[in-house]
């Protein structure tokens, strides 16, 4: 019988054997967070509801306390299938069971205590081997998604603490039985996230030394005292003063164990007769909670991605791409296949977001490839300077390394060509352009994400809200149409009623028609509003494109584009001519220009030669887009329908170019 296990050093996540098991988000997952930070201990009911609401919990926090055991051993347990409850009740709090549950934290305290027994025992090399175990438990920062500020100030400092402990540790046993320059990578990525670090800048500095960069290590200290001057207005301690003297004077003292240090030629990772480095990058972002709705989509990932460890007939390459409209997943739905998939890739697994449609410029293949280089431990001093060289250097480093590179929010295949892997390697990338280019030109296969259809759309609107408003199915059902079947305008109004519990899904539904055009899904952060995100599919369009799409978007409602709906005649939506007419251009222009459209899932293909805006799109989408900016009236009649009226607000955007060398 396998026991459930509860993963803290990273995303959290609940599995029982491969089943992933959904715990609502928000409170449900903090209080069982609690209980597993305290594993096999009874929790005080006053502490969990402190870690709940703080120190000024409401009259019935016992009572909900009670409401949230209950479904959390409706989970747990049910996915066990006996009766014996993970979550015991004791002496006025709770238990989580040590024998039916596994906590990563947990094992992970073990595993360092067993590092520390097996030094004196078995000496450093079952030493280095025990921490490493303990290493490879953390996938990312700890406690990641759960929302307790209580365990993030009391919790998470001595979990890290007790990380950084251990890091240091085995890099000071690398530093006298294995290449010192294996650990720089590793070393400079710790200071990074944390400069006042000392014992970290010793390390570093002895690493650099003893591969004959002594120079170079007698920099780093000069950095330190900098930044330990202009941070803390102190200098270095006392240990790191000794050692920079002992480097001035080439002390004989700092020389690595005899007999024991490794050759220090530095060359390419996957090139080293050792092997790989010890550091594996893990940088996939926490995934959507709860994440539901893409079944069949997973499964056809894996079959896109077979298993690289086994030879797998008729596999036929490395690069997948996920393309699909605004809002519709395609970053949750490759974060999450990914962050189930650690095992795959032992090389590591790269996460880097192009910002092809965002707020900010596009990053350059040149930027993209430096930070790829960086995130698996090249010195940001070791990147060459063209994207030639950064792009052969990128692909000798994952040269015999099962890596996944996540390459998010693409927005054009030149961008990212010269970060494609080599054979060893796979590239999962996402965007909202159908990227052509790479399909044919790079062997890239192509997954094209839907919007939900109504009952996948009701489902994670219920489970989003946690199952709390099935008596007003009807209304949960109309609230879930209104959103087109778009994962992120599901999420923004789940958001809604979740922090509006007084208003019934009902008066909600009544709200929402009365307002102006996406009112409902607007936040106050721009990189979330649905119209903020929905409008970068713009960027990039020529100047033609956008006018075109403006007109449609404005007239959406005049011209009964509902043809693209499934049954719908084929004669309804728009041709190629009359879109020619529109413009004022000719037919192969128009033909050209829809086609640009189509190609970033603006507009959809039906048959031979009609076009229209996509279903999900037609009742919001188009008022907010087609109101960004405004051209002079195209008072121009479509074959078939009706005058459009003028004049017609049409959004021009600026395209912003990639710099591609």
């Known amino acids: 019988m396998h026991r459930i296990d509860v993963r803290l050093l990273g995303a959290f996540e609940v599995t029982h054997g491969a089943a992933r098991l959904t715990v609502s988000a928000g409170r449900q997952q903090t209080l069982l967070a609690a209980l597993a930070l305290h594993h ?99 996938r990312g920062p700890a406690l990641s998604g759960i929302h307790g500020p209580s365990l993030h100030r009391d919790v998470l400092p001595s979990l890290e603490e007790a990380r950084l402990r251990a890091v240091h540790r085995r890099i000071a046993i690398g530093l006298e039985l294995e290449d010192p320059g294996d650990h720089i990578p590793l070393l400079r990525r710790t200071l990074a996230l944390d400069p006042l670090q000392e014992r970290f800048w010793a390390q570093l ?23 330990l001057g202009d941070r803390l207005g102190v200098d270095p301690g006392p240990e790191l003063r000794e050692l920079h003297q002992q480097m001035l004077v080439a002390s004989p003292g700092l020389t690595a164990s005899t007999g024991r240090a490794r050759a220090r030629t530095r060359v390419p990772v996957g090139m080293r007769a050792g092997g790989p480095s010890r550091y594996v990058p893990r940088q996939l972002p926490a995934g959507d909670v709860p994440f539901t709705g893409r079944t069949d989509e997973l499964a056809m990932i894996d079959g896109q991605l077979p298993d690289l460890r086994r030879d797998v007939p008729g596999c036929a390459g490395n690069v997948l791409l996920l393309d699909g409209p605004a809002g519709v997943g395609k970053t949750a739905l490759a974060i999450h296949w990914a962050n189930g998939r ?23 293949p040149a930027d993209a490839l430096r930070a790829l280089l960086i995130g698996l431990g090249v010195a940001d001093d070791e990147v060459p300077g063209s994207v030639g060289e950064r792009s052969a250097l990128l692909r000798s480093e994952l040269a015999g390394r099962r890596t996944l590179l996540l390459l998010d929010n693409v927005m054009c295949p030149e961008q990212i060509r010269p970060l494609l892997p080599g054979p060893a390697g796979t590239a999962l990338v996402t965007s909202r352009n159908q990227l052509r280019g790479l399909v044919v030109r790079n062997g890239a296969r192509r997954l094209t994400l839907a919007p939900f259809d109504h009952e996948r759309s009701a489902d994670l609107l219920n489970r989003l809200l946690g199952g709390r408003r099935l008596a007003e199915r009807a209304a949960l059902d109309e609230l879930a149409a209104l959103c087109g079947g778009l994962p992120l305008a599901l999420r923004i109004l789940a958001e809604r009623a979740a922090r509006q519990p007084e208003v019934s899904l009902r008066r909600l539904v009544t709200d929402i028609r009365g307002e102006q055009p996406l009112n409902a ?16 599919s713009l960027k990039g369009l020529t100047e033609a494109a956008a006018r075109l799409y403006g007109v449609l978007a404005a007239g959406a409602s005049a011209w009964t584009l509902a043809g693209m709906a499934p049954g719908a005649e084929e004669e309804k939506g728009i041709g190629p001519a009359d879109a020619a007419a529109l413009l004022g251009v000719s037919r192969e222009e128009a033909v050209c220009l829809l086609d640009e ?65």
Not at 206 to 227: K, Q, V
């Open 40 to 138: 096999g201990q009874i929790v005080p009911v006053d502490d969990i509801a402190e870690c709940l609401w703080g120190i000024d919990p409401p009259a019935s926090a016992r009572t909900t306390i009670r409401s949230y055991i209950k479904r959390l051993r409706r989970v747990l347990d049910e996915a066990r299938g006996t009766e014996e409850s993970v979550i015991e009740a004791q002496r006025g709090g709770y238990r989580l069971s040590r024998e039916l549950v596994s906590v990563d934290t947990t094992e992970f305290r073990e595993r360092t205590e067993r590092a520390a027994a097996v030094a004196v025992t078995a000496g450093p090399d079952a030493e280095a081997a025990a921490l490493d175990s303990a290493l490879a438990l953390w």
């Open 205 to 227: 500095m002895l690493a650099l030394y003893r591969t004959g960069r002594s120079a170079e290590a007698l920099r780093e200290y000069e950095r330190c005292r900098r930044l």
């Open 342 to 364: 650690q095992e795959r890739y032992p090389g590591g697994q790269i996460y880097l977001d192009l910002e092809g449609f965002s707020t900010r410029d596009p990053l350059s």
């Open 521 to 536: 899904f607007r936040l106050s952060e721009d990189g979330t509003d649905l119209d903020t995100v929905l409008s970068w």
């Open 597 to 661: 459209l189509v190609q970033v899932h603006l507009v959809e293909r039906h048959g031979s030669d009609r076009f229209g805006l996509p279903a999900a799109c037609l009742t919001r989408v188009p008022r907010v887009l087609a109101g960004a900016l405004s051209v002079p009236a195209l008072p121009v009649s479509v074959p078939g329908s009706v005058s459009v009226p003028g004049p017609v607000p049409v959004p021009v955007p600026v395209p912003v170019p990639v710099s591609v060398p």
